[in-house]
T-cell receptor, first 112, second 114 residues
Framework: GENVEQHPSTLSVQEGDSAVIKCTYS??????FPWYKQELGKGPQLIID?????GEKKDQRIAVTLNKTAKHFSLHITETQPEDSAVYFC???????????FGAGTTVTVRA | DAGVTQSPTHLIKTRGQQVTLRCSPK?????VSWYQQALGQGPQFIFQ???????QRGNFPDRFSGHQFPNYSSELNVNALLLGDSALYLC?????????????FGQGTRLTVV
């Protein structure tokens, strides 16, 4: 099965600074790479995703970059705001797989 | 447009009992997946239903079973509850089988086994 690791496990940033979370995966056949944000008491919310034929994707303050050779992808949040405080999960999916394989999560705290 | 809805939101059961959780997918979606999320961990895949059949199953015992109805809604059943089954149970819906389709999650059902 897919082994997924996220780093760091916790991240504290000053409001306005950038945050970067890295996700490494083991299945070279993975072809779909989403990031989810989970706030307390809620289900995970899809915030951005990328597919294997694309190296980078951006949506306003968030971006995802993919390095298929090294088998890792990263979430970038710029100009962080207090409402960005949450737990973030990467969840790659293999080409012959129906399930998402979640990482252990990264707790992001944005200090005002 | 309603997103993924789950019921109930909270549930307390006694060890050994049985429980049924329900999920209605996002409008236009036909595939439902169930995940278990223990406190402080990432969600773990239980199984996925498409066209009323279980298409893939994660590493969960047979005590966990499910069903999908013709209107695409789904149920998760857990028999002989253990204390370790206490978790947030998440339902995700998507369109079609195969990789690459976006999955949207409900708010979850918090199950506590005492």
């Amino acid at each position: 099965g897919e082994n997924v690791e996220q780093h760091p496990s916790t991240l504290s940033v000053q409001e306005g600074d950038s945050a970067v979370i890295k996700c490494t995966y083991s299945d070279s056949a993975s072809n779909y790479f989403p990031w989810y944000k989970q706030e307390l008491g809620k289900g995970p919310q899809l915030i951005i995703d990328i597919r294997s034929n694309v190296g980078e994707k951006k949506d306003q303050r968030i971006a995802v970059t993919l390095n298929k050779t090294a088998k890792h992808f990263s979430l970038h949040i710029t100009e962080t705001q207090p409402e960005d405080s949450a737990v973030y999960f990467c969840a790659p999916r293999g080409s012959n797989d129906y399930k998402l394989s979640f990482g252990a999560g990264t707790t992001v705290t944005v200090r005002a | 447009d309603a997103g993924v809805t789950q019921s109930p939101t909270h549930l307390i059961k006694t060890r050994g009992q049985q429980v049924t959780l329900r999920c209605s997918p996002k409008s236009g979606h036909d595939t439902v997946s169930w995940y278990q999320q223990a406190l402080g961990q990432g969600p773990q895949f239980i199984f996925q239903y498409y066209e009323e059949e279980e298409r893939q199953r994660g590493n969960f015992p047979d005590r966990f079973s499910g069903h999908q109805f013709p209107n695409y809604s789904s149920e998760l059943n857990v028999n002989a509850l253990l204390l370790g089954d206490s978790a947030l149970y998440l339902c995700a819906s998507s369109l079609g089988l195969g990789g690459g389709t976006e999955a949207f999650f409900g708010q979850g059902t918090r199950l506590t086994v005492v």
